[in-house]
């Protein structure tokens, strides 16, 4: 089977999601991770395929300057930039924000989606 994976590109979603895909890997299934391109290293240092997406939303090195832009931020202000952030590159009609348009990647690549939310209570 072909599985794609997507995560949020910060290591508390990278570290669960990288050690899941090597496991499926190791299972004999062909498995692909799919982010923003910085992610890249840390990808590919856990021994695994990368596809960046996004890339003319989020070019190599954004990544860092929104994470300073957010760590300024709190409350409702940090929420508020970090919906923005998210849908950034959406245009209307066809309002495909940055992970929608992972998701189609994926299907036009005949591979299954992998997608957890990693949540604590």
């Known amino acids: 089977m072909r599985i794609g994976f997507l995560s949020l590109p910060v290591p508390g979603h990278l ?8 496991k499926v890997q190791s299972r004999g299934h062909d498995v692909v991770f799919i982010s923003l391109a910085d992610v890249a290293p840390f990808v590919e240092a856990a021994g695994l395929p990368f596809v960046p997406c996004s890339e003319a939303a989020y070019p190599a090195g954004s990544l860092g300057k929104l994470v300073r ?40 690549m005949g591979l299954s989606l992998i997608s957890i939310n990693l949540m604590s209570n």
């Open 15 to 22: 570290n669960p999601m990288t050690a899941l895909a090597r």
């Open 69 to 108: 832009r957010l760590s300024e931020l709190s409350g409702e202000e940090a929420l508020h930039f970090t919906v923005n952030a998210m849908m950034k590159g959406d245009t209307p009609p066809h309002c495909l924000s940055p992970f929608r348009t992972r998701c189609l990647k994926l299907a036009w």
